[in-house]
Structures are given as structure tokens and as C-alpha cells.
């Protein structure tokens, strides 16, 4: 959802600043930009298309300076077009800038902007800013960004610089990610921490309607009053290669093959013995968890399915009565909550806008807000009462997979937590869920040796139009999702449905041309009755793939195709359940030719509503 990145230091910018896009381009990649001050002139080079194309057109040599912003693009107001690309600059071409956000009174800015004379040269929203700051520039480039900002309404992530004013970068943000990076000699803005861990691993972070005022050796951040804010200086564990694809074709394979240590990474320190060690990272107490009498889950896409899971997991057994919400209609539905209510949130960027609005309308409620988040210092994760972090490292693969399964792992965890303290799980019981937990790394390794069968599956399938995806219980979010992973990736219209829904509808679609993947691992509920929804896929001609528990024969009858996974309880099982169809999905828009890391039209991190 537009990345952005700047750069203040002794060094020459543009090539950092093309590398830190290159490590940003799963935000967004219609288009690309840098702009520097070089001999105080602002240099802009931007255009249409991937950001490895572009740089082939840069005239690094005319670029020189060592101050810069840039930006890669995923378009909201105006056509992928050269001109609506970043950096936009003001009249006099003086000032530049980029933008991630969306400027909500635009119309009425540029109608006044134009009045007083002001020149468009692009139908984005952004361009509005920097006349503005240009009509409020008095010889502070500081000064002029912190007025005009004063009019603006709207989410912003913002990057300025000023030929008038080389030695100063400036950057703000309200309701879009930004961070400051701090290095040695230099300092970096980014909207997401790989970018710039090529160069530092300390950051801090700005709050909503702050700005900070670089220089190569100091960062002040203030509001827009300009009442200085004291910022700690965090340090980022990620490791730089976990950012890198590391001999992998693409980053979505890469961190498929992760998980098994993704789950140790998830569990680790989380487990003592028989119980759950959590405590520390609640921010809640006993008392408030006790009181409790429900459960909303808010979250998007993925993170949405993971919810879904996490409804079965706590009603099953810690028997507290949950719902999940698309965190999108959460808050224009009048939902009715109070301090007994837990709403979690589910994001593996912590930056989704939906998510963040639904957080912010169950805090104006007193809801107790806990959320479950990958990446750390995240305006969600930040923003709650408590946070439980997955662990699972950059996810840079447009499509979400690691992080999904370690949201199912930590939700899973927090549930056995809430089962024991409210006494529904007793302690073998629990300590039998927990050897079993603690299986899912070494099983994961095996289901990701059966890699090559759904490779063979993907050649025969990757030409069929349509696929259905079934599961019931647990399994049916693991359905939506391996239907989610499909689509988005592939571009192959895919459904999800629980299994027993079929036959009130999508069972028309039925005919020897359609696909339909039965997430069915052996359980005590409803394996019976899916394997009566397979009789009548095949007695309409489909073709039956099965996700099916090692050791069933029985399923392998009525099949044409299994994928089997080892034996775990039912809700485990379902961790193990989704890999495969990560793997299908992956296979398939790999074999149809799909830019399978940046499917067209989506982006990481959605920061819009
Ligand atoms: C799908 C996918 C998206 C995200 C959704 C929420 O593969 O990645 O559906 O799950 O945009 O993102 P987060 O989890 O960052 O809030």
C-alpha cells in the first residue's frame, strides 16, 4: 500500500534509496520515484512499472546528493499514469515529496490552490500537499510542513525535502505507517522496518500527527505545534536475510518452507512444562481475563481466517462465547460492547487502516483490546492493551502464509491459557493438548516433504478456470483461506464453502471441469458427512483432491487425488491442513506464469480504508 523511504547521510541517496524501494516493492508497484537535491536543485526521476525496470533508466550520475526521498506506488486517487507518480513537487519545483495515505479534502484544497494560482501536473491527491507547503514556505521548510499539515484531513506517511534546505529531511505521518531509522552518520524514514535494515536496526517511531526533522546526525520529532515528543530508540531483531529471498524462487515459497521454524519460534519460551507461560506478555490480569463473557475477533483476509479458527478454539474449550467480525463492517454496524468484552485483533503488519478503525471504535467502548501481531512497534500492536507477537520474521510474499499459521499457533496458546484459568481444560488434559502443540514442527517438516505430489497436481490443474474448497468445524476457515491463496495468487476464480453448504447452491457448479479440495482430516464431528459430500461431488463428475490424515484408506476410495498430512487433534490438524494448499496455490500460479510475490492489484499492508 505505497512504500516509502528517505535517506539523509554522507552517502550518495539514490542508490539507497533503490534498494530500500526494492525491499518495499511487495507495497505497492505500479509505479516508482526517487527525487534528490543535487548542487541545490531537486532531480525527480519516476515512471510506470517495476522498480528493477525503472532503475535501468536512472541517470545515477545526474542524481548526485545525499539527501533523497522515494516512493513506489499502489494507486488510490488517479491512473497508473508517469505523471501521477512520486515525488510530486511544488510551482517553483523547490519542494518534493512522496505520500502513502489519502488526503480526504482534497477537492476543496486544490479548488482554493488553484484559485491563488497553483499549477497541477498530476489528478493525485498527494500533489495538493506540496502546493501547500509551498503556500505556507516562508524560509522553514519545518514550519511550512507543520502548517500545511494543520489543513490537511486524511491518513499521511510523509516524505519532504526542500533545495533551499539540503541538510534537513522531513517526515510526518498520521494514520499510515512511518518509522525513522537511526544509523551511523545518517538517518532513514521507511513505512516498514525491511527497508532499511541494510542500515540500521534502531528505530523510532512516530505517532499520529508528529513530524520529524532529520539532519545526517539528529532527529527531532514534535507535534504540529511543535511541542517536542521524546522518543525511545527501539532495536529491530530481524535479522537482514530474513528479508532476502535466500536462494528460493519467490519469498511466498520461501516462507511457506519457514514454518516448521516459524512454530518453534511461535512456541518458544511460550510453553513450561504443562502450562502456558503467557502471563507476562498479557497486559491483563487474572481478574480482568475471568471476567470476560466474550470474545469478538476483528481482522482482514487472512488474518480474518485465522480469526475464524480462533472462534472454534475458544468456544470448544475454553468455552467462552466468541464472534469474529470483518473488521471493515465491525464499526458501521453499531456494535454494542462494554469492559467485559475481549475484542482481539489479528494483524500480521499491525498497520491494516479496517483493523486499526475497528480497535479504535471497541477503545471508545472500553473494550479490552489484545492483539496478535508479526510486526513489533506496529501502530495495532501499539495501540492495544496487550499484545501476543507471532514471531515469524518479515513476511515480504504478498500473499500471507507463515504468518497465518503462527497466528493459529499463538491463538491456540492463548486459548489453553484462558482454558486453564477458567478451569475448562483439566491440567492432563491440558498437558495432552500440549504435547501435541509441541509435534507441529517436525510434522509441518513432513508435510513439506510431500512438496513434489502437489507439484504434480499443480501441472495437472493449473489450466482450469474454476476450484471449490471445502472443509466444515475448524476446517472451513482452512478451506476459505487455501481458496484466498488461489485466487489472489493465480487469478483462478476460487470459492471457499463449508462442506455441508454445497448442496444448497455451488453444488450447480459441479461438472467434470471443476476442481473441489476437501479439507477433510480424520475427526470424531463430521468426517462421516464430508465423506457423503464427496460421493456427491464424484456422482456429479468433479474431481475429489483430499487433505486427508495419514493412514485413511478409506478416504483414498472415493478420491481421485490425496494429499495426506500426519495425525494430530482436530485442531491442530488444521495447521497442518493449510500448507498444502499454500503449496497448490503457489504451484499453480508459478506454472501459469504469475508474478506470484506481487499479484496484480493487491499490495502488504492494506493502510487504507
Ligand atoms: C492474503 C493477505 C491479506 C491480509 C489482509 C490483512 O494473503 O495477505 O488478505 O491477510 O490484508 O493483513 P494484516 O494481517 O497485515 O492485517
Not at 519545518?142 to 489543513?151: I, P, V
Not at 526533522?213 to 532495536?235: A, E
Request: with cysteine; glycine share 6%.
Amino acid at each position: 500500500m505505497c512504500g516509502i523511504i528517505g535517506y539523509i547521510g554522507n552517502e550518495k541517496a539514490a542508490p539507497i534509496l533503490i534498494k530500500g524501494l526494492k525491499n518495499l516493492e511487495y507495497r505497492g508497484y505500479d509505479s516508482a520515484g526517487i527525487s534528490t537535491i543535487s548542487k541545490n536543485n531537486i532531480i525527480i526521476e519516476k515512471d510506470t512499472g517495476k522498480i528493477d525496470e525503472i532503475e535501468k533508466k536512472i541517470n545515477f550520475d545526474s542524481m548526485g546528493g545525499s539527501v533523497g526521498i522515494s516512493h513506489c506506488r499502489w494507486a488510490t486517487h488517479g491512473n497508473v499514469t508517469k505523471e501521477n507518480a512520486h515525488p510530486h513537487t511544488d510551482c517553483t519545483g523547490k519542494i518534493s515529496i512522496v505520500h502513502n495515505g489519502i488526503i480526504e479534502n482534497f477537492s476543496e484544497l486544490k479548488e482554493k490552490l488553484i484559485k491563488k494560482g497553483h499549477k497541477f501536473s498530476s489528478t493525485t491527491d498527494t500533489e495538493v500537499i506540496v502546493h501547500l507547503i509551498e503556500e505556507h514556505y516562508k524560509g522553514s521548510i519545518e514550519e511550512a510542513a507543520r502548517n500545511a499539515l494543520k489543513e490537511v484531513e486524511g491518513s499521511y506517511a510523509l516524505g519532504v525535502i526542500c533545495s533551499d534546505e539540503p541538510d534537513k529531511l522531513i517526515a510526518a505521518r498520521n494514520e499510515s505507517p512511518l518509522i525513522v531509522g537511526i544509523g551511523k552518520n545518517s538517518m532513514l524514514i521507511a513505512s516498514d522496518v525491511p527497508a532499511i535494515l541494510d542500515y540500521t536496526n534502531k528505530v523510532a517511531y512516530l505517532d499520529d500527527k508528529e513530524i520529524a526533522v532529520l539532519t545526517k546526525d539528529h532527529f527531532k520529532i514534535t507535534d504540529l505545534n511543535n511541542n517536542v515528543k521524546n522518543k525511545d530508540v527501539h532495536t529491530i531483531e530481524w535479522a537482514k536475510e530474513a528479508a532476502q529471498k535466500s536462494g528460493y524462487k519467490h519469498f511466498m515459497l520461501k516462507e511457506i518452507y519457514e514454518q516448521p521454524r516459524v512454530i518453534t519460534e511461535t512456541l518458544n519460551g511460550r510453553i513450561e512444562g504443562g502450562s502456558i507461560n503467557i502471563k507476562e506478555e498479557l497486559n491483563l490480569s487474572d481478574k480482568e481475563l475471568l471476567e470476560i463473557n466474550r470474545i469478538i475477533i476483528v481482522a482482514c483476509g487472512t488474518s480474518w481466517h485465522a480469526g475464524l479458527a480462533g472462534e472454534f478454539m475458544f468456544e470448544e474449550l475454553a468455552k467462552i462465547p466468541a464472534e469474529v467480525e470483518y473488521a471493515s463492517e465491525f464499526r458501521y454496524r453499531h456494535p454494542v460492547l462494554d469492559d467485559k468484552t475481549l475484542v482481539i485483533a489479528i494483524s500480521q503488519s499491525g498497520e491494516t487502516a479496517d483493523t486499526l478503525a475497528a480497535m479504535k471504535e471497541a477503545k471508545k467502548q472500553n473494550a479490552m483490546i489484545l492483539s496478535i501481531c508479526n510486526v513489533k512497534g506496529s501502530t495495532i500492536a501499539r495501540g492495544s492493551d496487550s499484545v501476543l507477537y507471532t514471531h515469524a520474521g518479515p513476511e515480504i510474499g504478498v500473499a500471507s502464509t507463515k504468518a497465518f499459521t503462527s497466528q493459529l499457533v499463538v491463538l491456540y496458546l492463548l486459548t489453553l491459557y484462558l482454558s486453564k484459568l477458567r478451569n475448562t481444560l483439566n491440567d492432563e488434559k491440558i498437558l495432552d493438548l500440549i504435547a501435541h502443540l509441541r509435534k507441529l514442527p517436525l510434522q509441518l517438516e513432513s508435510v513439506l516433504s510431500n512438496d513434489n505430489k502437489v507439484k504434480e497436481l499443480a501441472e495437472l490443474y493449473s489450466d482450469k478456470t474454476n476450484a471449490l474448497y471445502l472443509g466444515r468445524g475448524i476446517n472451513y476457515p482452512i478451506a476459505l483461506e487455501g481458496a484466498l491463496k488461489l485466487k489472489e495468487i493465480s487469478y483462478i476464480h476460487a470459492e471457499g464453502y463449508p462442506a455441508a453448504e454445497m448442496k444448497h447452491g455451488p453444488i450447480a457448479l459441479i461438472d467434470k471441469e471443476m476442481p473441489v479440495v476437501f479439507v477433510a482430516p480424520k475427526d470424531i464431528y463430521t468426517y462421516k458427512k464430508v465423506l457423503g459430500n464427496i460421493e456427491e461431488v464424484k456422482a456429479r463428475g468433479g474431481i475429489v483432491i483430499a487433505i486427508a490424515t495419514e493412514g485413511d484408506e478409506e478416504i483414498r476410495k472415493k478420491a481421485d487425488h490425496i494429499i495426506y498430512i500426519p495425525k494430530n487433534l482436530y485442531t491442530l490438524s488444521s495447521i497442518l491442513a493449510v500448507v498444502p494448499l499454500q503449496l497448490l496455490a503457489y504451484h499453480i500460479a508459478d506454472k501459469r506464469g504469475c508474478n506470484v510475490d506481487k499479484p496484480r492489484n493487491l499490495a502488504k499492508s492494506v493502510t487504507v480504508e
